[in-house]
């Protein structure tokens, strides 16, 4: 492909001019774009085939040597970060010096994806075979018949598969800003930096090492952040943090076989029902999470912060309409206040099997996974110690193995508890900061509305990381759509939201 400007790199870029001052930068970025669409979803088709699922080290690794050419193309100097550990997936790094550029911004995003059951999706709708749909499956959206390379794209389409939105859209928004940007004459009033993790969907478990091993090339005044989605009205959205979060697993122990349940029932204890007895304990029928100290050490919002979440457009209504919902969980709450908020979720249950495969059984274990969502003040470890805590008060062994057969004998309530990888911790940078406002004011210029600013996300990222250890400040600008499927099954990304993806990370490239 050659319609990629390329610049210079480590020396001048070239100055805007007077074209740039007679015509509004958007008007610009929007002509490029539309001008260079069909080769700028090629690519991306190209970039979406290559499976991204985190522990699929082979393919991720082609994955980074993509995005590698992407950025070399660009004229962008790029480079892989890895560390030691044979497990790990190499970071995307790359970078452009403006001459007089005061500020460095690092801009983020992910290129490795969550693990797909094909099975699961949708008759045409393939993981890794992009196409371009009418709409969602779930409101009839159908797969664009005959559609090939070249031929006009609906803007209101959807482009399928895995990382469609969640987020090599973030790899796809930023590159073709900078694209754009460029070919406009126009020069970024900040050196740009840029980080694409391979891990971010099991945690960034290398991101602290890569960082202690890279720390000078990555120093930033500030990191922006391309990941989740936007408003579900489709309106821009600047956050201020996101939830922390770990995984907790949860293993109850029955019979040391598994027994007939007419013969056995009424007798042997049944895992599953043990299991469901304890976890609704942890939650009462509003919502509200009943393990001793769950909300105690939250930090409450600031007068700014309420504010802003008092002013977020409703969605409510219109979302229970659409997911089939009688009622929110907690009756009153809103969607996005219940962001700052920690959460206890049930992943996932498991005991004997059901539907066409069920059997009478009492079955030897079962086992559930809950998910704890965490905001300012907890503490992933603390957060964990209060459920351990709650087992305990109700008569539980907690184990972080398998029990033996004398503990088996002497403790008629056993549980295997194991809290993955440790969890990550919530991170939130304070709204009335300069720099903030300066992010605010540029995805402002590119939209004729108030841009939503929620003090948190509701997803997890691992900005806490990069806080403690560089020192910088972050901010989530998201792109997509919010119905985008993602971590599911037939995952896609409006293609209108990615052009104006484009448009917003132009603005932000121009940082005042």
């Known amino acids: 492909m050659t319609f990629f400007c390329r610049a210079a790199v480590g020396g001048a870029l070239m100055v805007a001019g007077s074209a740039l001052e007679a015509s509004p930068l958007q008007d610009q970025v929007r002509a490029w774009r539309v001008a260079h669409e069909r080769e700028v979803i090629d690519e991306y088709r190209e970039l979406l085939a290559i499976p991204n699922m985190t522990v699929d080290r082979a393919n991720i690794r082609r994955n980074a040597d993509f995005i590698v050419g992407m950025m070399q193309r660009r004229g962008i100097e790029a480079r892989l970060l890895t560390v030691a550990s044979p497990n790990s997936n190499p970071a ?6 403006v001459p007089g550029a005061t500020r460095t911004v690092m801009l983020y995003a992910h290129y490795d994806g969550q693990p797909v059951n094909p099975a699961q999706w949708a008759e045409g709708w393939e993981p890794f075979v992009p196409k371009f749909a009418t709409g969602p499956v779930e409101q009839g959206g159908t797969i664009v018949a005959g559609w090939k390379s070249g031929d006009r794209v609906d803007p209101s389409w959807r482009l399928t598969g895995r990382g469609s939105a969640d987020d090599k859209a973030g790899v796809m928004a930023i590159l073709n800003a900078y694209s754009a940007l460029v070919a406009s004459g126009a020069a970024p009033t900040v050196n740009l930096k840029f980080f694409f993790d391979g891990e971010e969907e099991m945690g960034s478990p290398s991101l602290r090492a890569t960082i202690a091993a890279h720390r000078a090339a990555l120093r930033a005044d500030l990191w922006l952040i391309l990941d989740g989605p936007c408003h579900p009205s489709g309106k821009k959205v600047v956050g201020f943090g996101v939830r922390g979060d770990v995984n907790v697993h949860l293993t109850v122990f029955g019979p040391k076989r598994p027994l007939h349940s007419g013969n056995y029932g009424n007798w042997a204890p049944n895992p599953s029902q043990s299991l469901v007895n304890l976890l609704a304990s942890m939650k009462d029928d509003e919502g509200r999470v009943l393990v001793k100290g769950f909300y105690d050490d939250v930090i409450p919002l600031t007068a700014t912060e309420a504010r802003a979440v008092a002013a977020i457009p409703p969605v409510e209504e219109a979302l229970q309409r659409e997911l089939g919902l009688a009622r929110a969980e907690v009756p009153g709450r809103t969607l996005f206040a219940g962001f700052n908020l920690p959460s206890l979720n049930i992943n996932g249950i498991q005991g004997a099997n059901v539907g066409a495969l069920a059997a009478n059984v009492i079955p030897t274990v079962a086992r559930a996974t809950l998910d704890l969502r965490l905001v300012p003040g907890n503490d992933a470890a603390r957060q964990v110690a ?80 990069i806080e403690e250890m560089l020192g910088a400040k972050l901010l989530t600008v ?35």
Not at 412 to 434: H, V
């Open 386 to 465: 209060k459920v351990v805590a709650h087992l305990h008060d109700r008569g539980w062994l907690v184990l972080d193995r398998d029990p033996t057969d004398a503990e088996r004998a002497e403790h008629a309530r056993i549980i295997r508890l194991e809290a993955k990888s440790g969890g990550t911790n919530p991170q939130r940078t304070a709204m009335d900061l300069p720099l903030a406002q300066a992010v605010v004011a540029a995805v402002q210029s590119t939209v004729d509305y108030p841009v939503v600013q929620l003090p948190s996300l509701g997803g997890t990222l691992p900005l806490i990381t």
């Open 92 to 97: 995307v790094f790359g970078e452009v010096t």
């Open 478 to 512: 998201p792109v997509v759509n919010a119905d985008n499927n993602q971590h599911a099954e037939n995952e896609n990304v409006q293609v209108q939201f990615l052009w104006d993806g484009i448009e917003t990370y132009a603005a932000l490239m121009m940082l005042r």
